[in-house]
């Protein structure tokens, strides 16, 4: 879904505003998402000694005439040690305001989703992880007008 609406926060013009429902089905503990891991006695542990915890989020980008890259977070959450690290979430929405600087969304066939995270350490530097699946899904060329009541 994706309207144009009024963009208070920057320049006078209208501008888009996607609206985007998801699932998302990852396991953080598998090994094919690139995250550094260890192992002990054939356990597979990603909270070790030293992470705190994970910050996931999701985060579109896409290209405009304007800008070569457009990177917009679109959801995130904080897993803690002894969370379920599979996560399997249904129907969700974007927790943040999906805007563009123009019209950019308007017809874009190439906008790709990716699910990161952020390793939290108690001490020590912060590695950023990329997981290893995307989707690109097109937005429609069309906006979808407000009902007035």
């Known amino acids: 879904l994706r309207k144009n609406v009024e963009d208070f926060t920057g320049p006078r013009e209208r501008s888009d505003l996607g609206f985007v ?3 998302i089905t990852a396991d953080i503990l598998n090994r094919k998402n690139g995250l550094h891991i260890f192992w002990e006695k054939n356990t597979l542990i990603i909270f070790d000694w030293n992470v ?3 910050f996931l989020y999701l985060s579109a980008e896409y290209s405009t ?4 890259l457009n990177q917009v977070v679109l959801w995130d959450k904080i897993m803690l040690r002894g969370d379920n690290p599979r996560l399997s979430l249904k129907d969700m ?3 943040y305001f999906f805007f563009d600087d123009g019209n950019g969304l308007k017809g874009n066939r190439n906008i790709t989703l990716t699910l990161s995270w952020n390793v939290v350490p108690n001490a020590g530097i912060l590695p950023l992880v990329t997981g290893s699946g995307h989707v690109s899904v097109p937005f429609p060329d069309t906006y979808e007008t407000t009902k007035s009541y």
């Not at 005439?65 to 070569?68: E, F, M, P, R, V």
Request: aromatic share 8%; glycine share 0%; charged share 40%.
């Open 21 to 23: 429902t998801f699932d």
């Open 65 to 68: 005439k304007n800008n070569a």
């Open 52 to 54: 705190k915890q994970l």
């Open 93 to 95: 929405k974007s927790k």
